[in-house]
Structures are given as structure tokens and as C-alpha cells.
């Protein structure tokens, strides 16, 4: 190798070497909250004069700043830094049947603002415009810098970024992403909803006692989404964890389906609602399958009957789920997160004795906001993550 090869390399190296640090700095501040320079030498293993070069050039990026002194040690008081989130600026968008979710997140995947837009009765060319004229403004709002964009559609989408199939959105084999790029130079990354809510229920629980989650949502669909030790299961062009195109019964071999699934449409929001409204639990003007749940919860024997068999059902799908996945912790999403008190002590009940390991059944803790929690952090991740914003 030529001298000039061995300097170059060696520069190289000593760069990767310094972001690595800057990275492990800014780490720290985030988990640490503001801290000294001598705590975070400390907490890191690095020398303090290593760290007061490092968070110079965290200061110069708007990345730390300046957070008063700390009296505590009885001496000289020390300058503390913190972490600033709000110094680039993430937007997520969640993509439903009849509206588009819109938030701007910080670093750290806190929601700064939200806001949601009505997109009813517009073609699916029409939603794909829409989608591009939002990011593009936001893009170009003088006021927060973008660093990432994180769209979450209601089916699965390949690797290239083309969705697959997302029947609420009357998306087929739509290349998403590329038509989005058109819209900004950020980097954006395009993921199925309930992926994401399993991603970002994932990065919640912050416990190493988990190793793999599945996060199961209702809504018109039924997906399913699975984290294994961190990284999200997307399977062969992002199809994995498609819970509502199960077959509820060798009957639905004779269905050719392209739109909805089998078992998401007798047992997805709407599928439940029908069931009632055709079984006379319900009245043909109700809208919502919330209505029947309420009625179950509040003594109505037929009601009652038919969440049991709803709670059937979905407690044999689990049991097969659990046999070949084996997680340890299942999130409820969507109607089952609202009805959760009444429907998870059903399915533990119905999974006991039929599984292996138990697995930990609980609600998603971070609501309706998963979806645009996970896209967002999923796609800064994508982008580089802390890694992309020091070496920039």
C-alpha cells in the first residue's frame, strides 16, 4: 500500500473512530438526562478532554447545548449538557381507509405536533397525491429541519418500497415509494401499520426479558406484526405477519382472495359487525363493532356469546401462531386494544394448556400513536439513525 493510501486510510479510520464517540456521547445524554462532561467521561470510559472535544462538535451541530451548572457536588459547579431532540425533526404519516394521520417527531420519537387530514371518497390516485403535496410541505416548512420520513400503509410492502397489497387504500402492486421520493431528497421509508406498531411497542418495553414480540391488530384488516431481538420479521418481500389472510377453514381454499383476507373478513372490524347485525345482537343501523363489545361488558348475554366466539376464534389462530413463532410477549392492537380488559383473560384462558410457553398478553401502551411512532423511528433508524447525524 502506497504512503498516501496508509494516510488516507488512517484519517478515514480515525473519523469513523470520532463519530463512533460523538454517538456514544449522545447516547448517554439521552438515557442520563443532563450531565457533566466529567459525568458523561465517566458513563462512556472516554477521557474528559475527549469529551469536551466531542461535545464542542455536538454543540457546533445544534445537537447539545448548554443546561445551567450542577450544584450538587458541593464544589465548583460543573456545566452541564443535554441532548437537544428538537434539533432535526422526523414526520410520520399513517395512511388509514378514510383519513391520512400526520406527525412531527423529535429525535428521541416524542410527537411534537398532529394533525390529521379527511381523504373519503378520493381515488387511490388522489390519496397518492395527497401524500406527496403533504410531505413536499412539510419539506419545505423553513421551520424544522427533516432528517427522516416514515410512512405506514395498511398492507405489506417489498423491500423496493412497492405496496403489495392495501385494499383499504385500493393500492395494488403500487411502486409508493418511488413516487414519493419525488416529493423531497429526505430519505423516506415505507412500512406495513402493524410492523410498525410492533416496532415501536418493541423500542417501548426497553427490557432485555423480551426477545420476541408479536403485535396483533384489528381493525377493517387484521395484521399482524413480529420483532425478533430487535429487528423487525418482514419475511419473503414484506408479506410476513399478514394474520387476517389465514384461513379460517379449508373452505377458504375455494376463494380466490386479492382484496381482504379470509379470516379479516368475517373477523375484522367489519366482519364482527356483521356477524352481529345477521345474528340480531345488534340493530342494522349500528356502525361500529365497538357496539357489541360495549353491549358483552355491560351483561348482554347475546353479545357476550358472540365475543366468546370471536375470542375463539382468534385464541385458534394464536395457538398457531405460538407454535411456530413461540414469542413471548403478544400486543394487542386496534378494537382489541379498546376491548382488551374484556377479551385478553378470554384468550389467556383459551391459549393455557395449548402452547408451550405462555406468552405475555398485554394491551399496546402506546395507543394510536404507535403507528406514526414506529414509522417515524423506523425510518430515521433507516437513515442512519445518530450515526447519519454526527458524520454529516
Not at 253 to 262: E, S, T, V
Not at 313 to 321: D, R
Request: glycine share 8%; with cysteine.
Amino acid at each position: 500500500m502506497h504512503t498516501r493510501d496508509v494516510q488516507a486510510t488512517t484519517v478515514a479510520s480515525s473519523y469513523d473512530v470520532s463519530a463512533r464517540n460523538r454517538v456514544r456521547v449522545l447516547e448517554s445524554l439521552i438515557k442520563e438526562g443532563p450531565s457533566s462532561r466529567v459525568a458523561i467521561a465517566r458513563a462512556t470510559g472516554m477521557n474528559p478532554a475527549t469529551v469536551n472535544r466531542l461535545t464542542a462538535a455536538l454543540m457546533r451541530r445544534g445537537l447539545v447545548d448548554q443546561a445551567g451548572n450542577d450544584e450538587t457536588t458541593g464544589g465548583r459547579p460543573s456545566m452541564l449538557v443535554k441532548f437537544q431532540p428538537r434539533a432535526r425533526t422526523i414526520l410520520a404519516i399513517d395512511l388509514w381507509e378514510n383519513a391520512i394521520e400526520i406527525a412531527l417527531l423529535d429525535l428521541t420519537g416524542r410527537i411534537i405536533n398532529r394533525s390529521s387530514l379527511d381523504w373519503q371518497h378520493t381515488s387511490a390516485r388522489q390519496k397518492l397525491e395527497l401524500v406527496k403535496e403533504v410531505i413536499a410541505e412539510w419539506d419545505a416548512c423553513e421551520e424544522h429541519t427533516l432528517v427522516a420520513v416514515g410512512v405506514s400503509v395498511p398492507g405489506p410492502v417489498s423491500s423496493q418500497g412497492q405496496v403489495l397489497l392495501a385494499p383499504a387504500l385500493e393500492w395494488y402492486d403500487l411502486d409508493v415509494l418511488q413516487e414519493l421520493q419525488y416529493a423531497t431528497d429526505v430519505p423516506i421509508t415505507l412500512e406495513n401499520d402493524v410492523n410498525l406498531i410492533a416496532y415501536a411497542e418493541y423500542r417501548h418495553l426497553l427490557s432485555p426479558d423480551h426477545k420476541t414480540l408479536v403485535a396483533m391488530a384489528v381493525f377493517q384488516g387484521v395484521g399482524a406484526g413480529i420483532v425478533e431481538d430487535g429487528r423487525l420479521w418482514r419475511g419473503n418481500q414484506g408479506a410476513a405477519g399478514q394474520f387476517g389472510r389465514m384461513l379460517r377453514d379449508p373452505s377458504g381454499l375455494h376463494h380466490k382472495r386479492y382484496g381482504f383476507g379470509h379470516l379479516e373478513t368475517e373477523l375484522g372490524s367489519g366482519g364482527i359487525l356483521q356477524r352481529a347485525i345477521d345474528a340480531r345482537v345488534v340493530s342494522p343501523e349500528v356502525e361500529s363493532a365497538d357496539v357489541v363489545f360495549a353491549a358483552a361488558q355491560d351483561g348482554d348475554l347475546e353479545a357476550l356469546e358472540m365475543v366468546e366466539s370471536v375470542a375463539d376464534e382468534y385464541a385458534f389462530h394464536l395457538v398457531n401462531v405460538c407454535a411456530m413463532i413461540a414469542p413471548d410477549i403478544v400486543v394487542f392492537g386496534g378494537l382489541f386494544e379498546r376491548w382488551s380488559g374484556l377479551l385478553i383473560p378470554m384468550i389467556r384462558q383459551r391459549l393455557e394448556g395449548n402452547v408451550i410457553n405462555m406468552p405475555e398478553l398485554r394491551t399496546a401502551e402506546l395507543g394510536d400513536e404507535g403507528k406514526l411512532i414506529g414509522a417515524g423511528m423506523y425510518a430515521f433508524e433507516n437513515a442512519g439513525g445518530l450515526t447519519a447525524l454526527v458524520a454529516n
